[in-house]
């Protein structure tokens, strides 16, 4: 009955034993499957999906199915372990994404979107899952090794008790031994069966043993123990083969710290030990190591402290190869931090949209250019809500006569795109705060493995300093022509008069007039050179300090005090809303000079000249006016001309035309603006708001 009793607990142990050993194969298996899908999410990355790609990531979808069909229903029938329930349910949600993700992109695997919620998936989920894989494998080995200890005991238990038995049965029946020789001689054959059986226990534990070593060395996890009560360390197998040693290497605690690499690991490592032992508390880090082989690698390290009467006696946990993943994952982040930083670069603007108009991506830069937040418009708007309409009608018209049929919506702003065709277009963004700028803007349609388009990109950069630099150099272009076309022509002219010249005293005249055109060419050149030099000076470049309206204003007083007395003109400031503005003192001077001396020049006959000078806050700017009771300027003749260089528009010995021009310049270079109210025979009223 002994042995009877004996070989049941021991088979059923041994049949446990192999179910555990299967189970904790399947459980790394799973692990394997999680990797696999990861990889290959990893690989397709970088390459055009194919069929074989489909293929194989079913496969291993359904395997990775299987396997956690099978472990819960394992736990459920067999083991029914709380901690293992609670694991699974903390795993489920990250395994029902990875494999909805799966199976959206095995049924659509040419949609770029399944593509990337695909991959964003598997990056964010693949790393809790194994996180929560790696407890379950803990928990079936912890119990593997509590029913190998358990095997372990009743086996002793068995052969003693055995062992005691058969020394009294042998005792008992020592003196009929002869009557029953017999039935000691079957007893003996018992004897021998029975230790036949123990040797196949044996076999069938190293057999165990075995399998847990190949899950372990699949799963690359390996263990180890400290001793803090004997100073021994004791590593398993792979943990010796992550770290390049040798099968008698024998490890300590210094050494095995030693092997992190030095710096933040080493350093990590040392400081999680000791508040280990000294708080209790375990840890779970992924750190460098340099193996005895001199490889770095990445592995991850997890610790649990032993407490005995308050005090740690032992330190032991698991060692596990991450290197692979680990610099996939580098890859993987340092990929999407370049990709990020491309996209929301702050100088350009990246919108994508889908084939009816409305966005689906708005970077950064789109943020910055139009002021407009990417959830305002993701999912919600079309582009026109920041395309000026009436230049899309235009842009319509446009094509329509091109194409000869009628082009609206969408369609007139990604027509070449359809057509393959370059579309690089300038463009008139309205920003959220009802602000226009000009906007390159390259149109490309984004097409799927079958030609088919399924999104349309805009890229768009501010043209609107450079739209505006072209504009002032066509302005002075236009300028320098027109006013240097008369002193030179009058140069050739003389010189043609010169070479016809017969007395001495015509030449003479003829070489006076010379004499006055180049001094009006050179005045001219002075003028456009300083105007150049304004232009081309930046606003960082440009002095700027606090100055006083009245002060400025009553030094330009006394530099014209002659010409106020001479025509009487009576001259009233009022800078009692503002008196003080931070601005470049010459150009402030300049202001004051052209502008009150403009309206002295051009006073009226009939009347004493009567000047007004005013600062207010509008809009949060400063406005500074000045307004005479002048002559007047006809602006629906001259307005289009009023700044321009040399531009006269009343008979006056000094009049030039070139204070308006220059004081134009100088307030522009600020980012100010000038404008002009006038009635002719009634006054000039000047705006420059700052």
């Not at 375990?282 to 991850?300: H, M």
């Amino acid at each position: 009955m002994i042995i009877i009793a004996n070989q049941i607990i021991i088979s059923n142990s041994i049949s446990k034993q192999s179910s555990d050993a299967e189970t904790i194969n399947i459980a790394g298996k799973q692990r394997m499957y999680s990797q696999l899908i990861t990889k290959m999410a990893l690989y397709t990355k970088n390459a055009n999906l194919q069929d074989d790609n489909i293929s194989n990531l079913k496969k291993v979808i359904d395997s990775f199915k299987k396997a956690d069909t099978y472990l819960k229903q394992k736990n459920k029938l067999q083991y029914n372990i709380e901690s293992l329930d609670i694991l699974f349910n903390k795993n489920t949600p990250y395994f029902n994404k990875i494999i909805s993700s799966s199976n959206k992109l095995i049924e659509d695997p040419n949609n770029e979107v399944v593509f990337n919620q695909f991959f964003e998936t598997i990056k964010n989920n693949e790393q809790p899952f194994l996180n929560s894989m790696d407890a379950i494998v803990n928990e079936y080995q912890k119990l593997s090794e509590n029913r190998l200890s358990f095997l372990k005991k009743m086996e002793y238990f068995f052969i003693t008790f055995t062992s005691i038995s058969l020394f009294a049965i042998i005792f008992f029946m020592f003196l009929p031994m002869f009557r029953k020789n017999k039935a000691l001689t079957n007893l003996n054959k018992e004897l021998e069966k029975f230790k036949k059986e123990i040797e196949q226990k044996e076999k069938d534990k190293k057999s165990v043993e075995e399998i847990l070593h190949r899950t372990n060395s699949v799963a690359r996890i390996g263990t180890w123990e400290v001793d803090l009560i004997n100073k021994e360390v004791s590593w398993s197998k792979v943990t010796k083969e992550i770290h390049n040693t040798k099968n008698d290497y024998i490890p300590s605690l210094e050494k095995g710290i030693d092997f992190y690499k030095e710096g933040y690991s080493r350093d990590r490592i040392t400081k999680v030990i000791d508040n280990s032992i000294k708080n209790n508390s375990s840890w779970d880090e992924e750190l460098q190591i340099v193996t005895a082989q001199g490889k770095n690698i990445w592995v991850r390290a997890i610790g649990q402290p032993e407490f005995i009467n308050n005090e740690c006696v032992r330190l032991y946990g698991t060692f596990q190869d991450i290197n692979t993943v680990k610099l996939a994952q580098i890859e993987l982040k340092k990929a999407n931090e370049e990709l990020n930083a491309i996209l929301d670069s702050g100088t350009i603007s990246i919108i994508r949209t889908d084939t009816n108009g409305i966005i689906t991506y708005f970077n950064e830069g789109a943020e910055k250019l139009l002021g407009y937040k990417s959830e305002e418009l993701i999912n919600k708007k079309t582009t026109a809500i920041f395309h000026d309409k009436e230049e899309v009608l235009k842009r319509g018209k446009k094509l329509s006569t091109k194409y000869k049929k009628e082009i609206t919506g969408f369609d007139l702003l990604t027509r070449l795109a359809r057509n393959n065709k370059v579309d690089s277009t300038k463009w008139t963004y309205i920003k959220k705060d009802g602000t226009s700028i000009d906007v390159q803007l390259s149109v490309s349609a984004i097409r799927d493995k079958k030609g088919n388009i399924v999104a349309f990109l805009g890229v768009g950069t501010d043209i609107t300093k450079l739209t505006e630099q072209n504009k002032q150099l066509a302005s002075f272009a236009q300028i320098a022509s027109h006013n240097l076309r008369a002193p030179v022509s009058n140069l050739s002219s003389l010189l043609d008069l010169y070479d016809i010249c017969e007395t001495s005293e015509e030449k003479e005249f003829t070489f006076g007039k010379f004499r006055t055109v180049i001094a009006h060419l050179s005045e001219t050149l002075n003028t456009l050179i300083e105007a150049i030099k304004i232009r081309e000076k930046r606003e960082s470049n440009i002095e700027i300090k606090t100055l006083s309206f009245s002060k400025v204003f009553k030094k330009t007083e006394e530099i014209i005090s002659e010409k106020i007395s001479r025509l009487n003109a009576v001259i009233i400031s009022d800078f009692s809303s503002i008196d003080t503005i931070k601005y470049n003192e010459s150009y402030l001077e300049s202001i004051f000079i052209n502008l009150i001396s403009n309206s002295l020049r051009y006073s009226s006959p009939e009347r004493a000249p009567r000047i007004e000078v005013t600062t207010t806050i509008n809009a949060g700017k400063i406005e500074l006016k000045i307004t005479d009771n002048g002559l007047g300027i006809d602006l629906e003749k001259h307005g289009h001309k009023l700044f321009g260089l040399n531009q006269v528009f009343h008979r006056h010995k000094d009049s030039k035309g070139v204070g308006l021009y220059i004081v134009k310049n100088q307030i522009e270079s600020l980012k100010g603006t000038i404008s002009c109210t006038s009635e002719i025979d009634k006054g000039t009223t000047f705006t420059i708001t700052f």
